[in-house]
């Protein structure tokens, strides 16, 4: 992104009137998508700002109380924490999974997309409410174990790992689905290309695949991370207490307490940790491989 | 002169109405309800599934016979849209029921309708059916439940009985409510049930600092509570006693110990402002009678909070609600004057004691 900002600075002052036109045309193009984004999105995010600081009297002590509770900004620094592990574990799972469909293709990724769909398309709580059943006391998890003569395992419900493994579950396939998109684009010719020129297949996957693919990798872990942030039903029913997600507490405060004034505030402060994590994340990975 | 500002006038205001009747006519559809005459409907906030079956028998049916006004519902029922409804003045339903807590916070907050004296007659009512613009109509317990097959002896009888982790070994699960859990602790240390409020809630913590390592989960969904004693996930919780009846006529070995049950009345209220007022409380007036309560409650095992309403009840159907005189007597109710004006502050420290 920086980048981009140097290179628009560059050109001579006698090109900018030209480009100025074609970029109003740019702009009326725009204009409709704008006014949409406007009305949906920012109005409602700045009507979210002025409630956090004016209900129900105009101070800042709802983010006194954020800041000054050690409640809030340690579930906060949870539902960071529980979404960074998330997004990780799916990369991990689903890169070689994306891999083997874009390279091998027909029959075997349609088979691969067709399973992903019928686990998307199947409601969270159905999904969430499966592990519940897989991984309890009664469960065939622990009915294996005891055929095995392993023992009645150690507690798997209602711990972290449950909590982790089920929000993966349901976030893995808006990753594959990222990667694989990006892969199957890739010019297998490239990869042959560099096999020619005296490649092997390690090399060349490092080379030459890897960073192709890498715009999948971070739009899918962006994708997955925002959509994370904002769980909670899959932490609450799976995991333990300490595994709460800030989005529970917003919740609560929105439905059962109606104090919507505390709720915008703890909204915009999970808002700007966000975008915070963003701008991190933008000089790290760079979002402008978004764009390929 | 004259012509040309006339001419000016004539097209602003040309634009005006045409840019206002294009976009009336796309955003029509989607116009709230309330923006169109209805004078023979009433829309009825109800939680959907078998209670919006049991309320269809039991009130909307009988109800439109007897009125003429039609009822249409709206699902599942909404704290969070009462107050949206009344600030946007957008009306998706006109009548709907909470708990006495919760009517509380929504009084402080200016959101209830007035009730209509006109309509509903306070004063012919049995004590205690009004709590600020509410009408008493069923009561749910939740109350100690426990696996037969797994418990040794006569079972727990108290929640004295459910701290008692030597005498009773097992996993456990209580509702992940923070009032709900500190009236149990405050009842397993002493506390005579009319004695909790004000709550103690430094004594309440303490107390539940005992039992937390033996809490497996602290469920949140009525669905939930249900499949975690029917798997044999835990052996021991507090739940909702109409769950509690459903395992129980599906076989599954579970007893509901009405001794130290948390009792929640609901009521029902309009929300302020809204256009059809006089058709709710007309519904309402219709709904708190013997006669319909009863029918409802048959249906669901909740607890007709008309007292009359069990000259309706075969006495073995009365024996399953939490209002049947016996059960009333051994359990308990919150104190929403206390409660209410506290519920931010124990909702936040029971979240942090859960945290850590």
């Known amino acids: 992104m920086a980048g981009d900002l140097a290179v628009g600075a560059r050109p001579a002052a006698a090109a900018a009137g030209a480009r100025r036109r074609v970029d109003l045309t740019g702009w009326v193009l725009l204009a409709p998508a704008c006014l949409f984004l406007v009305l949906v999105f920012v109005l409602p995010l700045a009507q979210i700002l002025v409630l956090s600081v004016t209900e129900p009297a105009t101070s800042l002590a709802h983010y006194r109380r954020v800041f000054g509770s050690p409640l809030y900004l340690r579930v906060l620094a949870t539902t960071f924490e529980t979404s960074l592990v998330v997004t990780v574990v799916c990369l991990l799972l689903a890169y070689p999974l994306a891999y083997v469909m874009a390279r091998r293709g027909g029959a075997v990724a349609g088979t691969l997309l067709a399973v992903i769909g019928v686990s998307f398309w199947t409601s969270f709580l159905v999904r969430t409410y499966a592990w519940m059943v897989i991984l309890g006391s009664n469960g065939p998890v622990a009915a294996l174990a005891l055929a095995l003569g392993l023992g009645s395992p150690p507690q798997l419900l209602f711990t972290t790992f449950a909590s982790t493994l089920g929000m993966t579950h349901i976030l893995l396939p808006y990753m594959v689905v990222a990667l694989y998109g990006v892969m199957k684009n890739i010019d297998v010719t490239q990869l042959r290309a560099a096999a020619s020129l005296g490649a092997p297949p390690l090399a060349a996957f490092r080379h030459v695949f890897l960073p192709l693919s890498l715009p999948g990798v971070v739009n899918g872990c962006l994708l997955v991370f925002a959509l994370c942030l904002g769980f909670y039903v899959t932490p609450v029913l799976l995991g333990s207490p300490r595994d709460m997600m800030i989005s529970q507490l917003i919740a609560q405060q929105v439905e059962e307490l109606l104090a919507w004034g505390f709720a915008s505030a703890l909204a915009v402060v999970l808002l700007v940790a966000t975008v915070a994590v963003m701008v991190v994340y933008d000089r790290v990975a760079g979002l402008d491989r978004l764009w390929g | ?356």
Not at chain 2, 243 to 255: F, G, I, Y
Not at chain 2, 302 to 312: E, H, M, Q, S, V
């Open chain 2, 1 to 356: 002169m004259r012509d040309g500002e006339r001419a000016t006038i004539t097209r602003r205001t040309f634009l005006r109405r045409s840019t206002a009747l294009a976009t009336a006519g796309a955003l029509g559809p989607l116009l709230p309800r309330g923006a169109r005459a209805q004078d023979s409907i009433v829309y009825v906030n109800t939680w959907g599934g078998s209670w919006t079956a049991a309320e269809e028998a039991a009130y909307f049916k009988p109800f439109t016979a007897k009125t003429g006004i039609q009822v249409r519902t709206v699902a599942p029922v909404s704290f969070a849209k009462l107050k949206a409804q009344v600030q946007t003045g957008n009306y998706e339903w006109d009548v709907s029921v909470i708990n006495a807590i919760e009517l509380g916070q929504a009084e402080r907050e200016g959101l209830l309708e007035p009730i209509d004296d006109s309509i509903v007659k306070k004063e012919s009512l049995w004590p205690g059916a009004v709590w600020t613009q509410g009408i008493a109509t069923v009561a749910l317990s939740t109350g100690l439940t426990y696996r037969k097959d797994k418990t040794a002896g006569a079972g727990p009888r108290s929640w004295a009985d459910f701290w008692n982790v030597k005498r009773f070994p097992g996993t456990r699960s209580l509702y992940n409510r923070g009032y709900t859990a500190l009236a149990y602790a405050l009842l397993a240390d002493g506390v005579p049930a009319d004695k909790l409020y004000p709550l103690d809630v430094e004594r309440g913590f303490r107390k539940l600092n005992e039992i937390k390592p033996h809490i497996k989960v602290w469920w949140t969904q009525g669905s939930q509570s249900q499949q975690l004693i029917r798997d044999g996930e835990v052996d021991m919780i507090a739940m909702w006693n109409a769950r509690a009846t459903e395992l129980a006529d599906q076989k599954v070995p579970v007893e509901f110990v009405w001794n130290q049950a948390e009792r929640h009345d609901s009521y029902w209220f309009v929300p302020k402002g809204t256009p059809r007022a006089k058709n709710a409380w007309r519904f309402v007036q219709f709904a708190i009678q013997p006669q319909p309560q009863a029918e409802f409650c048959r249906r669901l095992s909740y607890g007709p909070l008309n007292p009359k309403a069990f000259d309706f009840i075969p006495p073995e159907q009365a024996r399953r609600m939490p209002t049947y005189p016996e059960h009333a007597k051994v359990g308990f109710v919150h104190d929403p004057t206390w409660l209410t004006p506290n519920l931010a502050m124990v909702k936040e420290r029971f979240a942090q004691w859960l945290a850590t």
